[in-house]
């Protein structure tokens, strides 16, 4: 709760700070109505729904999302050549690695980049740090040349670095459903973010989320990419939200891809704090 109540004050500060205090009273209520067995995602999605009506914005990270595609854009030339000279071994491996990457994009709360900027002084430090939780050869097998493959998206500046793993699966024959945000919420890709980055080439397919949510809910996604997860050979997943929705769900295979910013997601996970973790569950 210390972290949702975080990124809300971030939120405020950099939408409308007269009325931080407003919508901190508005998380801070819905925090209080919450049960003990609620998803923590839905939570988020209650107190961030509340906060947004508070500060009378449908999307205070508007400039920080810039930004961060911005500063990763910056940065892709050097991804790309990291990718381009690694082993036909280490292809995956790295792709994936540089995915995680951007996932330290997390604003207002311990363990991510508040500043997107910062990426560049830490970008490659990030990289040598390699995987912590490396499940890329349990992940190669299932990618078969024709896999169905729905790729649950995070954060925009992450998104950029998303598109060479992309490249990765559309080399390998997978039919990739990508699946963003419908509404703005928190730092999290939409269509309008796939399209400026030029990204639908490198899959088959765009499908979103819905209304406003954090994470992915099953239950209130439109038909389509339910039916994209639901049926999918494989489904990948990145960031924190995605995994604290979806972890409880029967979904299997999925391939988690995150860095592990706060306590409870990384004893979930059964991993360190502060690594980057590629996690498959069959």
């Not at 988020?44 to 999307?59: C, I, N, P, Q, S």
């Amino acid at each position: 709760m210390p972290c949702l109540l975080a990124r809300v004050r971030f939120e405020a500060m950099a939408s409308d700070p007269d009325a931080a205090m407003e919508a901190l009273l508005a998380a801070a209520r819905e925090i209080g109505d919450s049960h003990p067995g609620d998803v923590s995602a839905e939570v988020a999605t209650r107190v961030h729904r509340a906060a947004y009506e508070a500060l009378g914005t449908d999307d205070p990270y508007a400039e920080s999302k810039r930004l961060s595609n911005e500063v990763a854009l910056g940065l892709l030339p050097r991804a790309r050549e990291l990718y381009s000279k690694s082993s036909s071994e280490d292809r995956l491996r790295t792709a994936a690695l540089l995915s995680i990457v951007g996932n330290v994009l997390d604003f207002g709360i311990e363990g991510g980049l508040s500043d997107p900027r910062m990426l560049e002084q830490t970008f490659e430090h990030l990289v040598e740090e390699g995987l912590g939780r490396d499940d890329s050869d349990l992940l190669e097998e299932l990618l078969v040349p024709g896999a169905k493959v729905a790729y649950l998206t995070d954060n925009c500046g992450e998104i950029v670095f998303d598109q060479i793993l992309l490249q990765e699966l559309r080399e390998r024959g997978s039919h990739v459903t990508l699946v963003v945000k419908g509404d703005p919420i928190l730092t999290d890709a939409t269509r309008a973010d796939v399209e400026e980055l030029g990204l639908d080439p490198l899959v088959d397919q765009v499908v979103d989320t819905g209304p406003l949510a954090v994470g992915v809910d099953l239950g209130t996604v439109p038909a389509e990419t339910r039916r994209a997860i639901e049926d999918a050979d494989l489904v990948i997943s990145k960031g924190m939200a995605n995994f604290e929705s979806l972890s409880d769900s029967p979904i299997r295979p999925i391939a988690y891809l995150l860095r592990t910013k706060c306590d409870p997601v990384a004893s979930t996970l059964g991993e360190a704090k502060d690594i980057n973790v590629l996690k498959l569950f069959y």
